[in-house]
């Protein structure tokens, strides 16, 4: 069974830092892509960084320079460190894994979310 659980979300101040892991069981995480994503009420949820098995990174226009994506792969984990944190970026944040299956398909796995609540 695959599990993604997040930890790390909290109440921070403006211009903070949080640290988010993601602990990934049932799979071999070096073989998937993961991702950390953010959703607020009424919005779709939107993409915030994502890291290869070759940790190519890619992020969100909104949080560059801010955060940093990583993985430690021997302990399937996830990491999502943000600083410099504002407002906007009060949301509740997922871990996802994903890789393509042999017909190119997106198999997908989520984490159960964790907020982040960024406040004075």
């Known amino acids: 069974q695959v599990q993604l659980v997040e930890s790390g979300g909290g109440l921070v101040q403006p211009g903070g830092s949080l640290r988010l892991s993601c602990a990934a069981s049932?799979?071999?995480?070096?073989?998937?892509?993961m991702g950390w994503y953010r959703q607020t009420p009424g919005k779709q949820r939107e993409v915030v960084a994502t890291?290869?098995?070759?940790?190519?990174?890619n992020y969100a226009d909104s949080v560059k320079g801010r955060f940093t994506i990583s993985r430690d792969n021997a302990k399937n984990t996830a990491y999502l460190q943000m600083n410099g944190l504002k407002p906007e970026d009060t949301a509740v944040y997922y871990c996802?894994?994903?890789?393509?299956?042999?017909?190119?398909?997106?198999?997908?796995?989520w984490g159960q979310g964790t907020q982040v609540t960024v406040s004075s």
């Open positions: 996802n894994a994903y890789r393509l299956d042999m017909a190119s398909t997106r198999v997908n796995y």
């Open positions: 049932g799979i071999i995480s070096n073989v998937y892509v």
């Open positions: 890291i290869t098995s070759g940790s190519f990174t």
